[in-house]
């Protein structure tokens, strides 16, 4: 049986190497600190499964340093193997994908025999935590040292510890092999998979490609590449979406098993005409819709349709006709979900579709899917947020019917904006009006209430409200309200009409839209008609506390080890296409990738279908502090009884038995944070559910600190601030002088900071 010092050894010299087809490295924090508590304490952390082969004949991870002969192929046991080199040896071994960050930093307490990732409010200057690579990397030396100044009594048995712990480099892992010619990469594929049945699975994707690249390595490399390329220009894209693209081309099926027929020599050739067609209709709904970036990049699984249809087509389309007709049945497949559902089986329909009918047949064939109406009407812009399907639609008529800026008057075209304009969303009437005027979050992102105007300009117009902007706009540029499809009777600026407002913006918006797609269909176009150039994208017109409370909690969860959602992101119905919620953030493969139910954060739960996304297995969270309180639960990262007072001096502080000269101070504070509950149900009608049983289990200091070292605001806190209510927050009343002596200088900081970057003076 190896030692892991051999492992590290034979990873080092390339004989160690992972196969092309396993998933990047996966495992959180807090799963490295386990695994290395185990192995400290002896506990059985699982053998290996490798495939003893020749690496030249097969795709690998990471360099074979010009060996000659066979090489191992870890295939189960990569996230541990992984984990352990980066401790040992402070980097990432060769064949890593991933994020190192994970297994970085890891410390070991001498006294408590404990591992825990770096925290400098607890373990700065603190003898008893060792930096565990560091340990590897050198010797003894510096912390026999430490301990002879600090506590000479326990020096032989913190030694005798550090010791145990070096020692792990001797650890013996059971390493089971798979060997014999007949052990080709299907058969392999399969044998991990059967392994890994509990763990990371592969897709189907997975499985065709680790076959392509059987017999030719290059491939996920050379795909790498133009994703990267495509990610460069702002478009995101996936290997598995690259592929149905070359599928569709090579062999005109949607399922990945069609591509067992297919050589290497063939592949490649559909690989890089599929490429080329991508690349194509790109610059195409770039330059024609103004579609320009990621962000509003509508239905990418039509693309391999496009594709298919460029195959048969020669490579190219007839004419420009041609071209809007094409555009014309992307548009509406995107805003009508045509493949949001069952993804293949409708791209197989729509293959046989375009081979038997061209263009034509693929519209006609969409109109009787939709019940033989693809009209837009203005109850299509109902919608909320950047994730529903018609925020690319409002984006795509700005740009085409080029639609002018509020402060300049002049198209928002590049050409006229100059090189370093940018566009940014900007809310027609302002939310922090509309929460004061009692407008629900879905209400005041409705889609009808967005449009784009430079960056410049947005500034400008600021908090305003419409019935002072408006008229001001309208008289120094006549016409450019019209241009952003805005009401122009004045009595529908008010705040108390904004129903109305949105009501009558929807029809307007509805009418350019179905003006302009009835052009793309019959051909009615102007034949001088210029190229659009891309546009830069600024981020949001203003801040907001949930966009904030969402962006915190996600790199609060990446720095637990979760992988990155997607944000504002539509969940469709797999069978009906309908649309189900459109998700803060959205894990489709669970919370690490391959790993768990996909998993979904909604905040505007009354447009949601909640039970349908249930009964389809996501796991449904419709709070930011739940989701966060569920994933430190599973990693065990945040103890339920309150902190040791030994562990650290933030955390002594704040458990500490309070001054007994305080204690009037804490009673009043106490009584404070229970009358914000009451306050705020009775003035600002939020019921904080959640926060009373905290107050309940912890008290209300406890409850305080809790509260200001989250990761970022509370739901409680996004709330109040929707109800333009931030002086009932925690934060509001921790800054109050007279409490200050019951917070750390940092937890001050971090209240004043929340408060000051919604406007809210201490």
């Given amino acids: 049986m190896p030692t892991l010092s051999t492992l590290l050894y034979q990873i080092d010299s390339g004989s160690v190497l992972l196969p092309e087809f396993q998933r990047g490295y996966v495992w959180n924090r807090d799963q490295v600190r386990e695994l290395m508590q185990s192995l400290y304490r002896g506990h059985p952390v699982g053998g290996l499964l490798m495939w003893e082969t020749d690496a030249e004949g097969v795709s690998v991870r990471g360099e074979t340093s010009g060996q000659q002969g066979t090489h191992l192929l870890l295939l189960d046991g990569q996230q541990r193997i992984t984990s352990l080199y980066g401790v040992v040896r402070g980097k990432a071994p060769a064949f890593f994908e991933g994020d190192p960050a994970v297994f970085a930093n890891l410390y070991f307490n001498v006294v408590e025999e ?47 510890r550090l010791n145990r712990l070096r020692n792990l480099l001797e650890r013996e892992f059971y390493a089971e092999k798979i060997t014999g010619n007949d052990k080709n990469v299907d058969t392999v594929v399969d044998i991990f998979n059967r392994v890994n049945s509990g763990g990371t699975k592969l897709s189907k994707g997975d499985l065709a490609l680790a076959k392509i690249c059987s017999q030719w390595s290059d491939a996920r490399g050379e795909m790498r590449e133009k994703l990267q390329e495509w990610q460069e220009a702002d478009f995101d894209f996936t290997l598995d979406w690259l592929l149905r693209n070359a599928n569709a081309v090579a062999t005109g099926r949607a399922l990945f098993t069609a ?28 330059g024609r819709l103004g579609l320009d970036h990621d962000r509003v990049l509508m239905a990418r699984y039509a693309f391999p349709v496009v594709s298919r249809l460029l195959e048969l087509n020669g490579g190219r389309f007839d004419d420009r006709s041609h071209q809007d007709k094409v555009l014309y049945w992307y548009v509406h497949a995107a805003l009508w979900g045509r493949f949001a559902g069952s993804t293949e089986t409708f791209l197989q329909k ?86 004061q005027a009692g407008y629900e979050r879905s209400q005041v992102n409705a889609i009808a209430n967005f449009c784009f105007l430079t960056q410049d300009t947005n500034l400008v117009v600021g908090n305003r409200s419409p019935a002072e902007y408006f008229a001001e706009v309208e008289e120094k540029h006549p016409g450019v309200l019209a241009s952003q499809w805005i009401p122009t009777d004045p009595e529908l600026w008010k705040i108390e009409r904004y129903p109305d407002f ?45 966009v904030a409370q969402v962006n915190g909690l ?38 690490q990738t391959g790993q768990g139910s996909p998993v979904v954060l909604e905040l505007d739960t009354a447009d949601a279908d909640l039970p349908r996304l249930e009964e389809l297995g996501y796991e449904v969270f419709t709070s930011v502090d739940a989701l966060r309180g569920y994933v430190r639960r599973r990693n065990r990262s945040e103890p339920e009884s309150e902190p040791d007072p030994d562990a650290g001096s933030v955390a002594a502080e704040r458990s500490r038995e309070p001054d007994p000269a305080a204690e009037p ?12 509950y009451e306050r705020g149900r009775k003035e600002a009608h939020y019921t904080a559910t959640y926060f009373l049983s905290m107050l309940a289990e912890h008290g209300g200091l406890s409850t305080a600190h809790k509260l200001l070292a989250g990761g970022g605001v509370s739901d409680g806190f996004a709330a109040l601030w929707e109800r333009g209510r931030l002086d009932l927050t925690v934060e509001a009343l921790a800054t109050e002088s007279r409490f200050a002596e019951l917070f750390s200088a940092e937890e001050l900081r971090t209240a004043e900071h929340r408060l000051s970057q919604f406007g809210y003076a201490t």
């Fill in 114 to 160: 404990k591992f825990e990732f770096y925290a400098p409010s607890r373990m700065a200057d603190d003898y008893r935590w060792v930096n565990v690579t560091k340990l590897f990397l050198e010797n003894l030396g510096e912390y026999i040292t430490s301990f002879q100044q600090h506590d000479p009594a326990n020096l032989g048995l913190y030694v005798e």
């Fill in 259 to 286: 591509l067992d027929n297919v050589s290497a020599g063939e592949f490649r050739d559909a690989l890089y005409r599929s490429t080329g067609y991508i690349g194509r209709f790109l610059d195409l709904v770039s």
């Fill in 350 to 435: 729509d293959y046989e579709t375009v081979e038997r009918s061209g263009i034509d047949g693929l519209i006609t064939s969409l109109e009787r899917w939709r019940g033989g109406n693809l009209d837009v009407h203005a109850h299509d812009f109902e919608g909320s947020t950047k994730g529903s399907r018609f925020y690319p639609l409002l984006y795509m008529l700005t740009r085409v019917n080029q639609a002018r800026d509020f402060g300049s008057g002049v198209p928002l075209r590049a050409d006229m904006l100059g090189r370093n304009s940018s566009l940014q969303v900007h809310h027609l009437f302002p939310k922090s009006l509309l929460y």
């Fill in 502 to 546: 949105l009501q009558a913006r929807r029809e307007l918006l509805a009418e350019a839209a179905q003006s302009f797609l009835t052009e793309l269909r019959t051909g009615e176009t102007a034949t001088d008609r210029e190229e659009l150039q891309p546009l830069s994208i600024a981020g949001d017109d203003d801040m907001d506390a949930r």
């Fill in 554 to 591: 996600i790199s609060e969860l990446v720095e637990l080890g979760c992988t990155p959602p997607s944000t504002d992101t539509e969940i469709a119905d797999p069978r009906t296409g309908r649309a189900l919620a459109v998700a803060e953030a959205f894990w489709p493969e669970g919370l």
């Fill in 665 to 676: 101070v804490v009673a009043e504070f106490e009584q404070r944070m229970r009358s914000l």
